[in-house]
């Protein structure tokens, strides 16, 4: 590319950056090295803005405009949000139920120990699915269908395809309108 703007920021689907341009991975540049550049970006995505400052780190991140469209956030330039595992609440998740039935089958010809078709769920010996009193072919007791999960957290970002972003660092100095 040979008309880009100094600051410009592109993706590339290949694993290095051009000439004149640097990967976006937040590393620390000397002011010195390149004032133009410094004059756009300052210390919005870090450095000491006396003798360093940093490029943006788009590695893992997804791009998002500052701003607030409807119903969003404000996000500033620079602003780093978001997370990538969740572990959900409880109350977090809607109030909703898994009900299971069990009948309880009399014809003993359907009775055996590989399931087949018209088999019935036999009723464990060991444990009582029931809750006391209850007639067959009911509901099992709450404590037969527990909690599930264990607090662990879960993927959260959206599918993505890896590209490499990379800011130009020289090209035309961007004039405001």
């Known amino acids: 590319m040979s008309d880009q703007f100094l600051g410009e920021i592109q993706m590339f689907g290949f694993d290095f950056a051009p000439a004149r341009w640097a990967l ?3 590393q620390l540049l000397p002011i010195s090295q390149s004032t133009a550049l ?3 970006l300052g210390t919005t995505y ?3 803005g006396r003798s360093n400052f940093a490029l943006p780190n788009l590695q893992g991140f997804a791009a998002c405009g500052q701003g607030q469209g409807p119903a969003l956030s404000d996000r500033t330039l620079g602003e780093v949000f978001g ?3 969740v572990t959900l609440l409880e109350s977090e998740m809607p109030r909703h139920s898994h009900a299971v039935n069990v009948y309880a089958q009399r014809d ?4 055996h120990g590989t399931p087949l078709q018209g088999d019935a769920v036999t009723i ?3 444990t ?3 809750a006391d009193a209850t007639p067959a072919n009911a509901g099992f007791a709450p404590s037969m269908v527990g909690m599930g999960g264990g607090s662990q957290p879960h993927e959260n970002r959206q599918p993505y395809l890896t590209v490499n972003f990379c800011i130009a660092l020289s090209g035309i100095f961007p004039s405001r309108p």
């Open 128 to 130: 009582v699915p029931f």
């Open 38 to 40: 410094f004059s756009l």
């Open 108 to 111: 003993a010809t359907k009775l």
């Open 24 to 26: 976006c991975a937040g």
């Open 83 to 85: 997370t990538t595992s």
């Open 46 to 48: 870090g450095g000491d």
């Open 124 to 126: 464990p010996t060991a």
